[in-house]
T-cell receptor
Framework: GQQVMQIPQYQHVQEGEDFTTYCNSSTTLSNIQWYKQRPGGHPVFLIQLVKSGEVKKQKRLTFQFGEAKKNSSLHITATQTTDVGTYFCAGGSIIFGKGTRLHILP | NAGVTQTPKFRVLKTGQSMTLLCAQDMNHEYMYWYRQDPGMGLRLIHYSVGEGTTAKGEVPDGYNVSRLKKQNFLLGLESAAPSQTSVYFC??????????FGSGTRLTVV
């Protein structure tokens, strides 16, 4: 069945450093979504990518969808303490990666 | 406020007991989903529905049943709870295979 792999599982960065998480699918995806879950909270939708090679930005966050539509990345520039949480990718609302937990060191 | 509402928020069950988790959405979404979240395992899909009266199995359906008798409600049932079903359960809904709106979760402990 379809699998979505996400790396790394954990990431500790100093406040102000950049952060990237990667998502890889075993099959071609019609779309990919990114979610953020704060500690103790529920997943919150961030963005959806649909087109091959698509790049979208939300302030300090940059999302990319691979040309083959089998991989994606989320890059955060100059992390802040408010970025703490777990970031998930999901293929078509169905299959979620295991997430990358981001911890910010002050 | 519009959104996805899950009840109850917390529950402790004894092994072998049954219970039903309720998910309600008021956004007229066709698609609804039940996930469980365990430490280090991410979100795993239990069952989903693409419309009223339809349900389908996800990754980890064993031990659970679901029903979608009304478009706005998606029920998750545990017939005979086991300690392995201790988890946080999230319901979500969406228009299609797109932006999922999640409820705040139900924390279930089976002792």
């Amino acid at each position: 069945g379809q699998q979505v792999m996400q790396i790394p599982q954990y990431q500790h960065v100093q406040e102000g450093e950049d952060f990237t998480t990667y998502c890889n699918s075993s099959t071609t995806l019609s779309n990919i979504q990114w979610y953020k879950q704060r500690p103790g909270g529920h997943p919150v939708f961030l963005i959806q990518l649909v087109k091959s090679g698509e790049v979208k930005k939300q302030k300090r966050l940059t999302f990319q969808f691979g040309e083959a539509k089998k991989n994606s990345s989320l890059h955060i520039t100059a992390t802040q303490t408010t970025d703490v949480g777990t970031y998930f990718c999901a293929g078509g609302s169905i299959i979620f990666g295991k997430g990358t937990r981001l911890h910010i060191l002050p | 406020n519009a959104g996805v509402t899950q009840t109850p928020k917390f529950r402790v069950l004894k092994t072998g007991q049954s219970m039903t988790l309720l998910c309600a959405q008021d956004m007229n979404h066709e698609y609804m989903y039940w996930y469980r979240q365990d430490p280090g395992m991410g979100l795993r899909l239990i069952h989903y529905s693409v419309g009223e009266g339809t349900t389908a199995k996800g990754e980890v359906p064993d031990g659970y049943n679901v029903s979608r008798l009304k478009k706005q409600n998606f029920l998750l049932g545990l017939e005979s709870a086991a300690p392995s079903q201790t988890s946080v359960y999230f319901c979500a809904s969406s228009y299609s295979w797109t932006e999922g709106i999640f409820g705040s979760g139900t924390r279930l402990t089976v002792v």
